[in-house]
């Protein structure tokens, strides 16, 4: 994963910074920037990596659910929604599914098995 900051590229795992000093790096870096830039196919819009959701102490437990919003193209029609790598659930027509909230770090990411395509896991962690 990198981030831009400064016209320079800063890569995990102690990696010197790449910048955009020569035409070809440039050239580079663009194309970097359009692949990033591009729609993923398979997206969850909500909930994003690292958010932290609290559970209510006072709320009946059965209230207490997190709306999983996706998105997926078209030509996707089989989509399933995997949590913590063991529940899975078929979206079908809609874009959306409503999940307990349980206490822990949880794991979401979507897949098309029969397009061999899987989204980026979002990671979340509910108290």
């Known amino acids: 994963m990198c981030c831009h900051h ?13 910048t955009s000093d020569s035409r070809i790096e440039d050239v ?5 920037n359009r692949l990033q830039n591009k729609p993923k196919p ?39 929604l995997i949590i913590n790598n063991s529940e899975r659930i078929k979206l079908g027509e809609s874009d959306s599914y409503r999940w307990q909230l349980k206490k822990g770090k949880h794991q979401f990411r979507l897949e ?8 980026d896991n ?3 962690t509910v108290e």
């Open 112 to 119: 098309s098995p029969n397009a061999k395509i899987v989204s």
């Open 122 to 124: 979002v990671e979340i």
């Open 42 to 80: 398979l997206r969850i819009i909500y909930p994003n990596t690292c958010d932290i959701f609290k559970i209510d102490p006072i709320l009946r437990h059965e209230y207490q659910t997190l709306k999983i919003q996706t998105t997926a193209e078209k030509k996707y029609p089989d989509v399933y």
């Open 28 to 32: 580079n870096l663009k194309a970097f």
């Open 6 to 18: 400064c016209g320079k590229i800063f890569c995990e795992y102690g990696a010197h910074p790449i």
